[in-house]
């Protein structure tokens, strides 16, 4: 069995216990983790033994959650310097250097997407977001720099309140914010001018996987006639849809909802924790990308585009080094 190194494992339980939250820090976070087993690797220096070692941590790191894309879009992205036919030295610095590139392309296509978004913000607007989102944050921040933004509704989100997060991200920027229990979205959004939430995965026919929630909000929104905008980095779009693969959704533990004393006293109740729902496309009417902003039926033309190399090897059956599956068994 294959030892990593202690930071890698910190990184993989950070991930599962949801330390690290939110599909491109979780992204990010993965990168980093390959990065640090190619530096960390202390076995003979022969890339197919390299190969072998760098997909474990690969498979580590992939079955730590289930459903945002790019956590495996990261991996993948890390993984491919693998393919190229180089020396040992040679392949550990491609990895090293691709990680660093995956996490340097991400944190720009988080500020492209705030100038862009900003521009989509009409002037006092009064704006909802649900959950905690960098990159719906990032576009707020960025309206409201430019004096666009009058107030911001924020969710908690239950369970898991990352609704605090963002209320204490938005605050430290100077937004003023109003956190709101989840189930009164329906009830404010009369007062609401545009929602923008964040995304964990999006399909190749446009849909919107998100925290859990995101679909009520979007129902209200469409009822009320409010805009909804998707921030999204273009490694949240999902190559496996576009062969038919379904995004799995992941439930977490019923403790995460209520004590555990309270399920052990009621033992014919049932407690579900998904953590996250499906919006259909016809409820967003943009998605806001670095690569700019595009009607959600346009996600297929981004995945052509940006993941035209894995569409290939999907298409062919070829599997890469690293399975696809592995992806959706954690
Ligand atoms: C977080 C969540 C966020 C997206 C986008 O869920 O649903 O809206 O991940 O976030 P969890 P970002 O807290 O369960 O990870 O824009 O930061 O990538």
Request: net charge neutral; with cysteine; glycine share 6%.
């Amino acid at each position: 069995m294959v030892r990593f190194h202690e930071k890698i494992l910190e990184i993989a339980e950070g991930i599962r216990t949801m330390r690290i939250r939110g599909a491109g820090k979780i992204a990010r976070s993965a990168a980093e983790a390959l990065k640090i087993a190619a530096e960390t690797y202390s076995g003979e220096p022969d890339p197919e033994l390299f190969r072998k070692y760098m997909n474990e941590a690969a498979k580590l790191i992939l079955a730590t959650r289930p459903t945002a894309v790019s956590l495996p879009n990261a991996v993948y992205y890390v993984m491919y310097a693998l393919e190229s036919n180089l020396g040992f030295k040679e392949l550990r610095e491609a990895v090293i250097a691709r990680a660093e590139e995956f996490i340097r392309n991400s944190l720009e296509a988080v500020r492209k997407i705030g100038e862009i978004g900003a521009r989509r913000i009409k002037q006092d607007s009064v704006v909802l977001t649900h959950c905690h989102s960098t990159a719906a944050a990032t576009v707020i921040i960025t309206a409201y720099k430019m004096g666009k933004i009058r107030k911001v509704y924020s969710t908690e989100t239950r369970p898991f309140y990352q609704g605090r997060i963002t209320a204490r991200h938005l605050i430290e920027a100077g937004v003023p914010v109003v956190q709101v229990p989840d189930s009164s979205v329906r009830y404010i959004m009369h007062e609401v001018d545009q929602v923008v939430v964040g995304a964990d995965t999006i399909a190749s026919n446009g849909a919107l996987v998100n925290k859990v929630g995101t679909s009520q909000v979007t129902l209200a929104a469409h009822e009320a006639r409010v805009r909804v905008f998707v921030a999204a980095e273009t490694y949240k779009f999902s190559p496996m849809t576009v062969i038919g693969e379904l995004v799995p959704i992941e439930y977490r533990d019923p403790t995460e909802i209520v004590p555990k004393e309270w399920i052990d006293k009621h033992p014919n109740v049932t407690v579900l924790n998904p953590a996250f729902d499906v919006t259909p496309p016809e409820y967003i009417d943009a998605i806001i990308t670095e690569e700019g902003v595009i009607p959600p039926q346009a996600a297929i033309l981004i995945l052509m585009e940006k993941f035209g190399w894995a569409l290939e090897k999907i298409k062919q059956g070829v599997k890469q080094s690293v399975s696809f599956e592995d992806s959706i068994e954690g």
